[in-house]
Each structure stands twice: as C-alpha cells, then as structure tokens.
T-cell receptor, first 114, second 115 residues
Framework: DQQVKQNSPSLSVQEGRISILNCDYT??????FLWYKKYPAEGPTFLIS?????DKNEDGRFTVFLNKSAKHLSLHIVPSQPGDSAVYFC?????????????FGSGTKLNVKP | EAGVTQFPSHSVIEKGQTVTLRCDPI?????LYWYRRVMGKEIKFLLH????????ESGMPNNRFLAERTGGTYSTLKVQPAELEDSGVYFC?????????????FGPGTRLTVT
C-alpha cells in the first residue's frame, strides 16, 4: 500500500507564477520529508527537506510546507522558471531503525511555460 | 568528481533470463541504495548497504533478486530468473554518511525491459 501519494500527475504553470506541488502521506510515524527533482534520463536530485519539528523550510525560490495534522506537505516554487520543468517526487521516512528507507510518491510532472 | 554511474543504461531481456545491473557509487561513499520505479509509479526502496554489509533489505521483492557489494565499492543487482513484472527503472544512490540528512545522490538509472 502506497504511504506517500502525489495525486496530481501533472501541473502546468506560466513562467513567473507560483507552482504548488502537493503530497499526502498516511503513516503518522513519518518525521522527515524531502522533495526531489528529476529530469528525463537522469536520476532524481535532492531539492529540499523538512523535519516534522518545523512547518516550513525555505531555500531560495523553493519552500516546503508541512501540515502534520493533515498529513500533507507542499512545495512552492516562486517564481517558476522554464528550467524548473521536471518531475517532482516527495519522499518521507520515519525515525525508526530503517530511517534511511525513503518512501517516495509517484511524482508530479511540472511544465513551466515561457 | 564523478557522480553515481550505472551500467547498462538499458537492458532488454526475455522472461526467464538473467540480468546483472551494476552501480558505482561516488568515491568514498560508504552508503549505497537500490531503488526501483515501475511503470511511472512510485520509486520504491529495495535495499541499503553500509560498506559491504546489507543494512536493510526489506524492500527486495523476492528471492529472485540478489544484491552484492563485495569490497564495499561497486554493487551489483542480479535478477534471476527475470519476470515480466521486473520491468522498470532501477536507480542506485549513494551517500557519504548514513544519517537521513546526508544527501543521497542518484545515478541515471538502468531501464530494464523484460519481454
């Protein structure tokens, strides 16, 4: 059963506007969350992370928001640029023995139109 | 510095055959991970090596899959015999430390097609 879900397979945004990618999780033991970006024919690359002790983490144009009560996180990209066009995966892990075991979502393909 | 490399980039085999995928992590990275993405679905964890030891192999689908990391350098993932449902993209990642805040660097993946 998939514990991390990205229900929007794709998203199209105009350059300069905000992109909001969403992710839901079911496991209440998850306490560390990450976003990865993937270009075609390449492996995923780490983008930003957040611990459950925070509700927001910001890195330049990228901000991740965590709503623990709703088991929901989102990635905001402001302003969006054509180079941001990629597949974005959210991932999560719990603090147990297997804390390096990341559970990924199925990805959201972002298209930023010039 | 070279990133994580994987070989081959693409493999097409028939059901029942054997395939071996190879991953070369970033030099000095003790931690090596295997993941798989099937048919555009989620990326699934397969296993985690620390040096040559299997730290966590809870994601390995069944005993047709065998991962090794002799000498703690490169790793191989063998599928024997391959089944149709094994088709997908197999990613390898490596990290220097084993804390989850230590970034995992992914290779470009091996696309396996079983016909």
């Amino acid at each position: 059963d998939q514990q991390v879900k990205q229900n929007s397979p794709s998203l199209s945004v105009q350059e300069g506007r905000i992109s909001i990618l969403n992710c839901d999780y079911t496991n209440s033991m998850f306490d560390y969350f990450l976003w990865y970006k993937k270009y075609p024919a390449e492996g995923p690359t780490f983008l930003i992370s957040i611990s459950s002790i925070k509700d927001k983490n910001e890195d330049g144009r990228f901000t991740v928001f965590l709503n623990k009560s709703a088991k929901h996180l989102s990635l905001h990209i402001v302003p969006s640029q054509p180079g941001d066009s990629a597949v974005y995966f959210c991932a999560a892990s719990d603090g147990g023995y297997n804390f390096n075991k990341f559970y990924f979502g199925s990805g959201t393909k972002l298209n930023v139109k010039p | 510095e070279a990133g994580v490399t994987q070989f081959p980039s693409h493999s097409v085999i028939e059901k029942g055959q054997t395939v071996t995928l190879r991953c070369d992590p970033i030099s000095g990275h003790d931690n090596l991970y295997w993941y798989r993405r099937v048919m555009g679905k989620e990326i699934k964890f397969l296993l985690h090596f620390v040096k040559e030891s299997k730290q966590d192999e809870s994601g390995m689908p069944n005993n047709r899959f065998l991962a090794e990391r002799t000498g703690g350098t490169y790793s191989t993932l063998k599928v024997q015999p391959a089944e149709l449902e094994d088709s997908g993209v197999y990613f390898c990642a490596s990290s220097q430390g084993d804390h989850r805040s230590d970034e995992q660097y992914f290779g470009p993946g091996t696309r396996l097609t079983v016909t």
